[in-house]
């Protein structure tokens, strides 16, 4: 194969996980908040010996580690030098639109359920004035000018440790380049470093919570470390990785509290790099119609992630305004699921694009300095 060709190549695999994980994020986050526990299978685990569908944001970190490594290396294959603080605000520009307006309409709702209920109901995170302001500016799990947590629609917490990840990121590439170090050796060394934060739970500024921001980073340099280590894993060895996420995975099914320790670092070590590993080497061309199929789901997952919560507190508000209750259920979990897609198209495709083309007028090299005097 050329490598043109190659290069036209798409991640279809990893599109495909995204995807899927965001699917099962919400349905962890509705059992969570309906606080219902069922006798079979939990989408949100009635105890640490089950499942914790929840570290699926392991894999989200990682793919985006991935990939932020993956491009940077591209660019250094053909000699191309671009801006590394513009690269970060542009990640912010794509990112900071859409959940500053998902907050606003959750914040919104929440508001109009305390004036239909008189009851002061935040589901995904909420509060005051102060907890709003933090939320749109996603600082709320840094530590910085707020507690862990102050935070209204929780789950835009892995957006403040995504931007915070690739701001640490693109600083070790200046580093390392100003200092003449091979990335992988200075990655390796702050993985290491990240992993010895979350073990010891010491707790130091950008890296405030427990197991949020501190697993987000350790994640995302994972995700980076594998973009090294990939070329030089065997077919024999990508097939015993899947081996053993086979074997982890039906061991986390199995329930059995004794056999299941640490269940975070179990799942970051042993149940994923092997699905993403041999999901990378799914890889289709763009021109694809089942790619393109993927590609787009995968495209609006960021919505799916980033909306479900204020479409549940929508949904709350609507049956407080009939009076009625809904119980939960699989499959009322499944419609919320089909809603939440069906509505993350149209956002994506009449919102977050319009949005991201609209914010190309503010990119970094298109900056200039305005003197108000």
Not at 41 to 63: E, V
Not at 96 to 103: D, F, L, R, T, W
Not at 118 to 141: A, E, P, V, Y
Request: charged share 15%; proline share 4%; aromatic share 16%.
């Amino acid at each position: 194969m050329s490598e043109q060709k190659a290069a036209r190549k798409r991640f279809v695999g990893l599109d495909f996980l995204k995807a899927v994980a965001a699917i099962f994020i919400v349905m962890h986050h509705y059992q969570q908040v309906s606080g219902v526990i069922f006798t079979t299978f939990n989408f949100y685990p009635a105890s640490d010996a089950q499942l914790h569908l929840g570290f699926l944001t392991i894999l989200f970190f990682m793919i985006s580690g991935f990939l932020v490594e993956w491009q940077q290396q591209q660019e250094e294959r053909v000699g191309k030098q671009t801006s590394l603080p513009g690269k970060l605000w542009h990640k912010c520009l794509r990112i900071y639109p859409m959940a500053m307006i998902a907050c606003v309409v959750y914040v919104g709702l929440g508001i109009l359920d305390w004036l239909i209920t008189d009851k002061w109901n935040w589901i995904m995170g909420g509060g005051g004035i102060w907890t709003f302001f933090c939320s749109m500016t996603l600082n709320s799990n840094m530590g910085i000018w707020s507690s862990s947590r102050t935070i209204a629609n929780a789950p835009t917490w892995y957006l403040s440790t995504l931007i915070f990840s690739c701001a640490v990121y693109y600083l070790l590439v200046y580093l390392c380049r100003r200092l003449k170090v091979q990335r992988l050796l200075m990655g390796l060394i702050l993985f290491l470093f990240l992993c010895a934060i979350r073990t010891q739970g010491a707790v130091m500024p950008f890296l405030a919570d427990s197991w949020d921001q501190r697993g987000g980073m350790v994640s995302f340099f994972m995700g980076i470390l594998l973009c090294h280590l990939v070329p030089y894993i065997s077919r024999r060895v990508k097939y015993f990785l899947l081996f053993i996420s086979a074997g982890t995975l039906i061991v986390l099914l199995s329930g059995r509290g004794d056999w299941i320790e640490e269940q975070w670092w179990v799942q970051l070590f042993l149940l994923y790099p092997g699905i993403f590993i041999n999901a990378l080497y799914v890889q289709d061309s763009p021109d694809s119609k089942v790619c393109r199929m993927i590609h787009f789901f995968a495209s609006t997952s960021f919505n799916v992630y980033v909306w479900h919560c204020p479409i549940f507190m929508a949904e709350m508000v609507l049956l407080d305004i009939l009076g009625v209750s809904l119980p939960c259920t699989y499959g009322v979990m499944t419609v919320f699921v089909v809603v939440v897609e069906l509505l993350a198209i149209p956002l994506y495709l009449f919102v977050e694009k319009p949005l991201a083309k609209y914010m190309k007028k503010y990119e970094w090299q298109n900056l200039r300095p305005v003197d108000p005097l």
